[in-house]
């Protein structure tokens, strides 16, 4: 006979009491002393009728049921408490960030400088009885569009620069400044500077510094022996001084006092307020120094140069040169001979081309090193052609200035002293004896004085 098990049925207790807590996140049971306990069952079915289902705690209900919790209050079901949704946060997409200290941040037109991330919603929760408890959301991050920002148009929560500038991040809100002001001096303290808007200097620039903007410069105090690049114009209020290590270069014009040693390039023009000792200027514009006395050095402007004097009786010989065709005769030469060897490079690469792939063909492939030379050269034959057809643009462009009539004159209105180097248009002249309130102007290929 096949022996069949049995199972020892449940004790019978009494129907527990189910307490709901005020915010319904818990179920609550308490088992009186000396009362029948109840079974796993029947406290499921008072759960039940409780309308208690969910987070109902089996271990709970085990323990209960094995009488270990008579006179204990426990908990039976436990809801799930929702989760309060992330706040939104600024993403500052430039460095430094806001809070280091810096002279500056620098944001280029159209450049993105900081992302609005939006807050999270939060995670739901439930109650014991099955009931949906929304989160509290996150709060929305605020950042106020400033000057010379705005939304970027392929992204409403990103904000972009419209200006080149320094970025000045506050609490919330964002400006771009095109224009920064040093209340000092630049130097081993501040460091270089390459800047993307337009520097104002309350003092003086030292010597060995580097600085660079996309904009203008003013400089209210002097310039040592620097290197300064500018887009635009430059003004010095006091002078640009040194042994000589000095360079500025200015897209725009130069504006400035007294220069001694140093080297300024203008791509307009040049204004020189008192003297030059032993300076070289070059502009594509004018030189006006009507009050000016240029001892020794080099002036070329591509326009017309006015000076007080020009020269000294210390000895002092200075170069002046004007009007574009000594520059492009200059030029002229150096760029034919680069068209040519341009042209030679072509037919050099492209016979070495010929041979790497004829040889590729033949093995089958080629090594590692003859595999990057093939790939050097069909860089360069692509290449040359753009290089060749721009040299030949600028010959072409030099070679129809040069028919062009530049009436251009160098003016002294005091005295040009002797052994003064004059150039006009590439006639040159030394002059032999000092000559005042004159007027130079290049005719026929020859130089020719007159009166102011």
Request: glycine fraction near 12%; include cysteine.
């Amino acid at each position: 006979m096949r022996e069949e098990a049995l199972m020892e049925p449940e004790k019978a207790g009494t129907a527990p009491a189910i307490r709901i807590a005020a915010d319904r996140m818990q179920a609550i049971v308490i088992i009186d002393a000396g009362v029948p306990v109840p079974s796993v069952r029947e406290l499921r079915e008072a759960l039940e009728v409780a309308g208690v289902n969910t987070g109902i705690l089996s271990e709970a209900l085990e323990n209960i049921a094995a009488g270990t919790a008579a006179g204990v209050m426990v908990v039976v079901a436990s809801g799930t408490v929702p989760v309060k949704g992330e706040d939104g946060w600024i993403e500052w997409l430039f460095a430094p960030k806001p809070g280091i200290k810096a002279m500056y941040r620098n944001a280029a037109p159209g450049q993105r400088i900081a992302v609005v991330h939006p807050p999270s919603a939060g995670t739901p929760g439930m109650s014991v009885q099955g009931e949906v408890l929304p989160p509290v959301p996150g709060k929305p991050a605020h950042l106020r569009k400033g000057s010379n920002t705005s939304v970027d148009s392929a992204d409403p929560d990103a904000v972009v620069a419209t200006a080149g500038g320094n970025i000045v991040a506050g609490e919330g809100s964002v400006d771009v400044q095109p224009v920064l002001t040093v209340n000092g001096q630049i130097d081993y303290g501040t460091g270089n500077v390459d800047f993307a808007g337009s520097l104002v200097v309350n003092g003086d620039i030292r010597g060995d510094i580097t600085v660079r903007v996309k904009g203008s410069l003013t400089v209210h105090g002097n310039v040592e022996d620097a290197e300064i690049e500018a887009g635009e114009d430059v003004t010095i209020t006091k002078g640009f001084v040194g042994r000589g290590k000095g360079r500025l270069a200015a897209g725009g014009s130069v504006t400035l006092l007294h220069l001694l040693n140093q080297t300024v390039t203008a791509g307009k023009d040049v204004h020189l307020g008192r003297e030059s000792v032993n300076g070289t200027v070059d502009a594509k514009g004018i030189i006006d120094a009507p009050r000016a006395v240029i001892a020794g050095g080099v002036l070329h402007a591509d326009g017309g140069i006015v000076v007080n004097t020009i020269g000294s009786t210390d000895g002092l010989q200075a170069k002046i040169r004007a009007g574009k065709r000594g520059r492009i005769l200059e030029r002229l030469p150096s760029a034919e001979r680069e068209l040519k060897q341009a042209e030679e490079q072509t037919a050099e690469v492209k016979e070495a081309v010929y041979r790497l792939v004829r040889m590729q063909i033949d093995a089958g492939s080629l090594d590692a090193e003859k595999q990057n030379s093939l790939r050097k050269l069909q860089a360069a034959q692509k290449a040359l052609p753009q290089r060749i057809a721009a040299i030949k643009a600028e010959l072409a462009g030099l070679k129809d200035s040069l028919k062009k009539n530049q009436d251009v004159t160098v003016k002294v209105c005091e005295t040009v002293f002797e052994n003064t180097k004059l150039e006009i248009n590439g006639a040159k002249k030394i002059i032999d004896a000092a000559l005042s309130g004159v007027t130079f102007r290049e005719r026929n290929g020859m130089i020719e004085v007159s009166s102011c």
